[in-house]
């Protein structure tokens, strides 16, 4: 089960860059000088922007390095988060944030990795392609862009990575497009497939990957937001720790009710894409919402994301 912590850690904005006219690149360091604890390739953080408002984003510096560095798109059509980070986070400004947390690590028999990053989401996949090279592993980074001019971290990664840097941008032709079954069938037997970006980026490469002949254990993907279906009928949930029990509406998660009810989630994402409200199912059959939980994790039934997910039976006893 994923716990969550509520620890937070004070750091300081050393510096900002707005990278692209729509991606800010933040470096954040302790505010007391300490040293942060560290991180592997894949981590994220939480950063609390405000009260209830409260997102995820990726560490995208080389592990190890003694800051966290993020990129944080400015998207309008996001529930607040960025644009609060593009409004508000000027260098010098102190903020909150969790301790990192890797919900997407790197697998270490991995033959191959195929990097895939789309937009804002090559920020993970650039923590890994530094740690797969420190590693002397086998990779590849493949970078989708709307353009060039769209495109941050370009120099960086051209620098760094070279020839395994491949580039796909939407307006520079169709010889250039990324065409993820050729990739994946291509690769080396016992290659893994690592993706992130936008949700309907992604779920192209994921079912690429599947219909490419990739073992599920070897497709691994973050989600940062989703559109996520909440509705269904009503049910019922009983809180084991607490000893409440709910009646789930048809417009209302579990989450929801179980807070009317005076019962603490953990909450962060309420998309189904963090894990914090991870918990374990006693009885009952969930309907899995979610974008967190692998295919394997989600077919045991033994944990959900009361965030957003649902039920298959009239009844829920959850360890909460
Ligand atoms: S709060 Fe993020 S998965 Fe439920």
């Given at each position: ?17 707005n ?6 690149v ?10 942060l604890?560290?991180?592997?390739a ?12 409260i997102?995820?984003?990726?560490l ?6 003694a ?17 609060h ?7 010098g400004?102190e903020i909150e ?15 191959h ?9 090559i920020t993970?996949?650039i923590a ?5 090279r420190?590693s002397?592993a ?16 370009l120099?960086e ?15 520079a032709g ?9 990739l ?5 037997a016992?290659?893994h ?18 219909e ?13 937001s989703a559109?996520?279906?909440?509705a ?11 000893g409440v ?17 005076g019962v ?23 309907d899995h ?15 959900m ?10 009844r ?5």
């Amino acid at each position: 089960m994923t716990m969550h912590t509520t620890d937070t850690i004070k750091v300081r904005l050393n510096r900002r860059e707005n990278a692209t006219d729509d991606v800010a690149v933040l470096e954040l360091a302790a505010a007391d000088g300490a040293a942060l604890p560290a991180f592997e390739a894949g981590a994220h953080i939480d950063l609390m922007l405000a009260p209830g408002l409260i997102r995820q984003y990726s560490l995208s510096n080389a592990p190890g390095e003694a800051v966290y560095r993020l990129g944080i798109l400015n998207d309008p059509n996001s529930r607040g988060g960025s644009v609060h980070v593009h409004a508000n986070l000027e260098e010098g400004c102190e903020i909150e944030i969790s301790a990192p947390r890797n919900h997407f690590p790197l697998s270490p028999d991995a033959a191959h990795s195929l990097l895939i990053g789309g937009g804002i989401g090559i920020t993970p996949m650039i923590a890994m392609a530094y740690a797969l090279r420190a590693s002397g592993a086998s990779f590849e980074l493949h970078y989708c862009s709307r353009s060039e001019s769209k495109a941050a971290f370009l120099a960086e990664l051209a620098r760094e990575f070279g020839d395994r840097l491949v580039l796909h941008f939407d307006d520079a032709g169709d010889a250039q497009r990324l065409d993820p079954v050729a990739l994946c069938k291509g690769s080396v037997a016992g290659s893994h497939l690592y993706v992130c970006g936008p949700g309907g980026f992604m779920d192209w490469v994921i079912g690429s990957g599947r219909e490419a002949g990739l073992p599920e254990p070897q497709i691994h993907f973050e989600y940062f937001s989703a559109e996520v279906d909440t509705a269904g009928e009503a049910f019922e949930v009983v809180a084991a720790q607490s000893g409440v029990t709910v009646q789930v509406g048809g417009g209302q998660t579990i989450a929801q009710a179980l807070k009317a009810a005076g019962v603490k989630v953990e909450l962060s994402c309420e998309q189904g894409v963090c894990g914090s409200c991870i918990c374990d199912v006693l009885e009952g059959v969930p309907d899995h919402r979610d974008h967190f939980l692998s295919e394997e994790e989600k077919d045991d039934n033994d944990q959900m994301a009361p965030c957003c997910s649902r039920a298959k039976t009239e009844r829920l006893v959850l360890d909460i």
